[in-house]
Nanobody
Framework: QVQLVESGGGLVQAGGSLRLSCAAS????????MGWYRQAPGKQRELVAE???????NYADSVKGRFTISRDNVKNTVYLQMNSLKPEDTAVYYC???????????WGQGTQVTVSS
């Protein structure tokens, strides 16, 4: 069983910053990639940013230059630093883990990010 615990969401004004954290625990021995997805009301879940074990990153075009993903491989934790937030960033943010050992895709419970104009 793998657990993902997210933290750091909240309410912030446009132009502000938030930092999300996601810590993995349980029977996970090797992690391939960790990342963040988001889902706004009435919209599909979409990739925000992802980072591989080797540190390669991938960002949605809408967040490039504003968000930074990082990872602590010792703590099995991924972070998302979100700067210059916009109202359109408002969504539930989900952490995703792609495991090697055991193989599988795991999701966190989600954390709400609300950006007011």
């Amino acid at each position: 069983q793998v657990q993902l615990v997210e933290s750091g969401g909240g309410l912030v004004q446009a132009g502000g910053s938030l930092r999300l954290s996601c810590a993995a625990s349980g029977r996970i021995f090797s992690i391939n990639a960790m990342g963040w997805y988001r889902q706004a009301p009435g919209k599909q879940r979409e990739l925000v940013a992802e980072i591989t074990r080797g540190g390669r990153t991938n960002y949605a075009d809408s967040v490039k230059g504003r968000f930074t993903i990082s990872r602590d491989n010792v703590k099995n934790t991924v972070y998302l630093q979100m700067n210059s937030l916009k109202p359109e960033d408002t969504a539930v943010y989900y952490c995703r883990l792609v495991g090697d050992i055991p193989q599988g895709v795991y999701w966190g419970q989600g954390t709400q990010v609300t950006v007011s104009s």
